[in-house]
Antibody
Framework: EVQLVESGGGLAKPGGSLRLSCAAS????????MNWVRQAPGKGLEWLAR??????????IYAAPVKGRFTISRDDSKNMLFLEVNSLKSEDTALYYC??????WGQGIVVTVSS | QTVVTQEPSLTVSPGGTVTLTCASS?????????PNWFQHKPGQAPRALIY???TKHSWTPARFSGSLLGGEAALTLSGVQPEDEADYYC?????????FGGGTKLTVL
C-alpha cells in the first residue's frame, strides 16, 4: 500500500524558512516522479513543483509564482521527499500535500505563516 | 500567466449526467496538455480520477469519463450518485509545469 506522510509544518514567521518532509513507502520511490501541491484556506489546489526520478535526470520544475523561493529535493536512500520554502509570506499559509505522479497523495501538513 | 478555467459550480440530480469542462487561456486544450482530473472532498486528500485525457485509475468508478470536447478537456459523470458531491479540479501541463483549474463545486440535488 502506498503511504506518503508529510511532516515539518507548523507556525513560521514571515521572511523565515521552512523545510517540509515526506516519508514514502509501499512503492519503488527511486522510480517515482514526485510532486508538491498546496491548498490555501478557502482556495483551490495549487501545483508547486515536481522532481523527476534520478534515472530521468532528477531535474526539478516549479510553478512560476514560487520559482526561486521553493526548492524540491529527494533522498532516494531514505525514500524521502523535501520542499524548502524561503522568504515565507502570509500567502504561503496552506495545507501542503506530497504526491507521487499525482495518483497517490499524503494527508497533507499545515503551514501557517504569521508574526 | 497561464490560467485554467472551470465552471465555479454545477448542480445535477441523482442519476443524471453532467459534464465539467477545463479551458486554457493559451488556446485549445490538447492531449499534449495531459489533462488530469481530481475529486476533492472536505477533510480528505484529493483523489485522482483521470490522467492522460481519458485514462482511468484502477479505483475510478466507471461512471467517470474524460475527453476533449470543443477545445476543452471534459469530465463526464453518468448516473451521478450522492457521494459524487465534491469539488473537482482539472490540471493541465505546460512545458512540464502543472496548472490547476480553479475547481468546480458539484452539488447533487
Amino acid at each position: 500500500e502506498v503511504q506518503l506522510v508529510e511532516s515539518g509544518g507548523g507556525l513560521a514567521k514571515p521572511g523565515g524558512s521552512l523545510r517540509l518532509s515526506c516519508a514514502a513507502s509501499g512503492f519503488t520511490f527511486t522510480d517515482a516522479w514526485m510532486n508538491w501541491v498546496r491548498q490555501a484556506p478557502g482556495k483551490g489546489l495549487e501545483w508547486l513543483a515536481r522532481i523527476k526520478s534520478k534515472s530521468h535526470g532528477g531535474t526539478a520544475i516549479y510553478a512560476a509564482p514560487v520559482k526561486g523561493r521553493f526548492t524540491i529535493s529527494r533522498d532516494d536512500s531514505k525514500n524521502m521527499l523535501f520542499l524548502e520554502v524561503n522568504s515565507l509570506k502570509s500567502e504561503d499559509t496552506a495545507l501542503y500535500y506530497c504526491t507521487t505522479d499525482l495518483s497517490h497523495w499524503g494527508q497533507g501538513i499545515v503551514v501557517t505563516v504569521s508574526s | 500567466q497561464t490560467v485554467v478555467t472551470q465552471e465555479p459550480s454545477l448542480t445535477v440530480s441523482p442519476g443524471g449526467t453532467v459534464t465539467l469542462t477545463c479551458a486554457s487561456s493559451t488556446g485549445a486544450v490538447t492531449s499534449g496538455h495531459d489533462p488530469n482530473w481530481f475529486q476533492h472532498k472536505p477533510g480528505q486528500a484529493p483523489r485522482a480520477l483521470i490522467y492522460g485525457t481519458n485514462t482511468k485509475h484502477s479505483w475510478t468508478p466507471a461512471r467517470f469519463s474524460g475527453s476533449l470536447l470543443g477545445g476543452e478537456a471534459a469530465l463526464t459523470l453518468s448516473g451521478v450518485q450522492p457521494e459524487d458531491e465534491a469539488d473537482y479540479y482539472c490540471l493541465l501541463y505546460y512545458d512540464g509545469a502543472g496548472v490547476f483549474g480553479g475547481g468546480t463545486k458539484l452539488t447533487v440535488l
